[in-house]
């Protein structure tokens, strides 16, 4: 029998997280288009209507019916607007362990939403699922994105030398690839101790996920 995460929805102070709806599709291609979330991640460039709905209706369920992770959509709890993504992947549920990443829409950065979103997920992770690891991996000149990993009280623990191809625009503006380093950042339940209190102090930062 394949262990499953619970198809549920957090909350934060202002954020909700929730499972992604067809509404979602045209929101959700046009933060994918972004030019950082195209420089920084995998996903199809461009991103179409089509891409957005099959992640939506068939990819995005199928990570959590088939024990692979979870995918949660993140709105804006004021207005309902979706600000971004967080998603659990290469879950082990013998180990406990998973890997995070997370996007958040250019027009929310700047807010705090990444590390609100990512210690919201991490607190569920840990305190409801019982888990015991979670990781996350950056590449290199990603920085924005290893202050997000940092905020939340993430730990280095090495890097993997040319292990990610991101992209980047040529002389002619068109985008190529570029192979580059992976920063390895690991969480531990402990590890949460003191964060929620950190960032209400801080009041967040510009976030910016390392997602694929």
Do not use: D, K, Q, T
């Given at each position: 029998m394949t262990s499953t995460f619970p198809n549920v929805s957090i909350s934060t102070e202002r954020l909700v997280l929730r499972p992604f709806e067809e509404t979602d599709a045209e929101a959700f291609a046009e933060m994918m288009n972004d030019e950082l979330v195209t420089a920084w991640t995998s996903v199809p460039q461009p991103y179409t209507a089509a891409d957005a709905h099959a992640w939506i209706t068939r990819r995005a369920p199928a990570e959590r019916?088939?024990?692979?992770?979870?995918?949660?959509a993140v709105d804006e709890f004021l207005t309902q607007r979706l600000v971004g993504t967080v998603r659990l992947s290469h879950t082990d549920w013998r180990v406990r362990s998973a890997e995070m990443?997370?996007?958040?829409?250019?027009?929310?950065r700047g807010e705090g939403y990444a590390s609100e979103a990512a210690l919201a997920t991490a607190q569920w992770f840990f305190r409801d699922q019982d888990f015991e690891r979670l990781e996350l991996r950056t590449a290199a000149d990603n920085t924005a994105s290893q202050q997000v990993a940092q905020k939340i009280g993430c730990i280095s623990e090495g890097v993997l030398r040319g292990a990610w191809i991101a992209r980047a625009r040529d002389d002619r503006g068109e985008w190529r690839d570029v192979r580059t380093d992976l920063i390895v950042w690991s969480l531990l339940p402990e590890d949460l101790d003191g964060v929620g209190e950190q960032l209400a102090d801080t009041g967040g930062f510009t976030a910016f996920p390392d997602w694929n």
């Open positions: 019916a088939e024990g692979r992770g979870i995918v949660f990443s997370y996007v958040v829409a250019p027009w929310a």
